[in-house]
């Protein structure tokens, strides 16, 4: 079948087909074939590459140099972007079509990468997103002989057509403000004007990073995680009372209900549970900006589900990596997982029509038109 290829690509070089009459008067000609081995999805391929007498044509298919079949690297990023490490896809590809390819070939693949990395987390991005939810995954990577745990933060946005959108992802040993504040500048620089509201997860040094830098932006505590966080201090037996108690205080119609339900749950639990209240009142001011939508539109905003379903999908491709032998390895795996992933990013996320027409009457001075 290659060859079938190649052949018709030199007649459409040479302009007339193989013992074709025109070819007489042409000046240029057939000049027998070359031999070629190639690595393919058969194991070791021979094949016959055709030539002309000047030398002029250039094979497309397999072009000069290349000792395996188009798409090989392809297949090999695919099983990198899953998880697999150096020694799983050297074995899987010589399980599945017999060849035999050496580490230093994966690295090769794999590294090219890293300029497209580079290039995505550089790129220009859109003036206006409405939502950003901001999380992070936490890796081991060796670094100066020594396995260090680090946090990868991800920045997930929702564009004004409710497409997710990863902006960019950083890595750094300890977060804080000073940490967040040149991230976020990143993103300014690369052309993020305005955030309308920015769900984070009580991140250290987020939220006034945040602030900092877009003054407008209408900070939102994950409920799920300040859930999460309350019922560590609560034993089995009241965990579920007391998970409805708190959820009746987040999903009151008004902040003035709201309110009201966090200081009847303080006159019940604490006695036992002081801890609980006291955390709430302290997170308030960023409990309470979910109360200016109505319901269907506070579960696209109260929650990091968006991103924590990304980083569902990225601990499966991670898992396998124990290890990662540097900070770039750990760009290339997930850069290459979040290509996989985009690709079902094909829908608004739900309820987004109505959510689009709120912002723009909640934030009409800021809505682009």
Same mark, same amino acid.
């Not at 031999?35 to 397999?62: A, F, M, N, W």
């Not at 060796?142 to 997930?156: F, G, I, S, T």
């Not at 109360?291 to 696209?300: G, H, L, M, S, Y």
């Given at each position: 079948?290659?060859?079938?290829?190649?052949?018709?690509?030199?007649?459409?070089?040479?302009?007339?087909? *193989?013992?074709?009459?025109?070819? !007489?008067?042409?000046? =240029?000609?057939? =000049?027998?074939?070359?031999?070629?081995?190639?690595? @393919?999805?058969?194991?070791?391929?021979?094949?016959?590459?055709?030539?002309?007498? $000047?030398?002029?044509?250039?094979?497309?298919?397999?072009?000069?140099? $290349?000792?395996?079949?188009?798409?090989?690297?392809?297949?090999?990023?695919?099983?990198?972007?899953?998880?697999?490490?150096?020694?799983?896809?050297?074995?899987?590809?010589?399980? &599945?079509?017999?060849?035999?390819?050496?580490?230093?070939?994966?690295? !090769?693949?794999?590294? #090219?990468?890293?300029?497209?990395?580079? $290039?995505?987390?550089?790129?220009?991005?859109?003036?206006?997103?409405?939502?950003?939810?901001?999380?992070?995954?936490?890796?081991?990577?060796?670094? !100066?002989?020594? /396995?260090?745990?680090?946090? &990868?933060?991800?920045?997930? #946005?929702?564009?004004?057509?409710?497409?997710?959108?990863?902006?960019?992802?950083?890595?750094?040993?300890?977060? @804080?403000?000073?940490?967040?504040?040149?991230?976020?500048?990143?993103? $300014?620089?690369?052309?993020?004007?305005?955030?309308?509201?920015?769900?984070?997860?009580?991140?250290?040094? &987020?939220?006034?990073?945040?602030?900092?830098?877009?003054?407008?932006?209408?900070?939102?505590?994950?409920?799920?995680?300040?859930?999460?966080?309350?019922?560590?201090?609560?034993?089995? *037996?009241?965990?579920?009372?007391?998970?409805?108690?708190?959820?009746?205080?987040?999903?009151? +119609?008004?902040?003035?209900?709201?309110?009201?339900?966090?200081?009847?749950?303080?006159?019940?639990?604490?006695?036992?549970?002081?801890?609980?209240?006291?955390?709430?009142? #302290?997170?308030?001011?960023?409990?309470?900006?979910?109360?200016?939508?109505?319901?269907?539109?506070?579960? /696209?905003?109260?929650?990091?589900?968006?991103?924590?379903?990304? !980083?569902?999908?990225?601990?499966?491709?991670?898992? =396998?990596?124990?290890?990662?032998? +540097?900070?770039?390895?750990?760009?290339?795996?997930?850069?290459?997982?979040?290509?996989?992933?985009?690709?079902?990013?094909?829908?608004?996320?739900?309820?987004?029509?109505?959510?689009?027409?709120?912002?723009?009457?909640?934030?009409?001075?800021?809505?682009?038109?």
């Amino acid at each position: 079948m290659v060859e079938r290829c190649l052949e018709t690509e030199l007649d459409t070089h040479l302009g007339y087909p *193989k013992h074709g009459h025109k070819g !007489n008067a042409t000046g =240029n000609s057939r =000049n027998r074939h070359s031999q070629k081995t190639l690595k @393919g999805e058969q194991g070791h391929v021979d094949i016959e590459v055709p030539r002309d007498r $000047q030398s002029t044509y250039e094979p497309q298919l397999v072009k000069k140099g $290349q000792t395996r079949l188009e798409g090989f690297d392809v297949k090999i990023l695919a099983l990198y972007a899953r998880g697999m490490t150096t020694r799983d896809i050297q074995a899987q590809l010589q399980e &599945l079509y017999g060849v035999e390819v050496s580490p230093a070939l994966i690295f !090769n693949v794999t590294e #090219a990468v890293m300029d497209e990395v580079r $290039q995505w987390q550089t790129r220009p991005l859109e003036p206006v997103y409405p939502i950003v939810y901001v999380d992070c995954l936490v890796v081991n990577v060796r670094e !100066n002989q020594r /396995v260090l745990k680090k946090a &990868l933060y991800l920045v997930l #946005a929702v564009n004004l057509d409710g497409q997710k959108e990863l902006l960019g992802m950083w890595m750094a040993q300890t977060e @804080g403000a000073k940490f967040w504040l040149s991230v976020l500048t990143e993103l $300014q620089n690369r052309g993020v004007k305005d955030i309308f509201i920015a769900c984070v997860d009580g991140l250290t040094g &987020l939220p006034e990073a945040i602030e900092t830098v877009y003054p407008q932006t209408r900070v939102q505590l994950c409920m799920v995680h300040l859930m999460r966080n309350s019922l560590r201090y609560v034993s089995y *037996k009241h965990m579920k009372v007391v998970a409805t108690d708190l959820k009746a205080i987040y999903s009151a +119609s008004t902040e003035a209900e709201a309110e009201f339900n966090l200081e009847l749950f303080a006159e019940k639990w604490d006695a036992l549970y002081p801890n609980i209240s006291k955390s709430w009142r #302290a997170h308030w001011t960023r409990v309470i900006p979910l109360f200016a939508f109505p319901e269907d539109i506070r579960k /696209v905003i109260y929650t990091t589900n968006a991103i924590e379903s990304v !980083n569902m999908s990225l601990r499966k491709v991670t898992r =396998n990596h124990r290890i990662f032998p +540097s900070d770039e390895a750990v760009y290339k795996v997930v850069y290459l997982a979040m290509r996989t992933i985009a690709k079902k990013w094909t829908m608004p996320i739900r309820d987004w029509k109505a959510a689009l027409n709120r912002f723009a009457v909640e934030f009409a001075e800021r809505f682009p038109r």
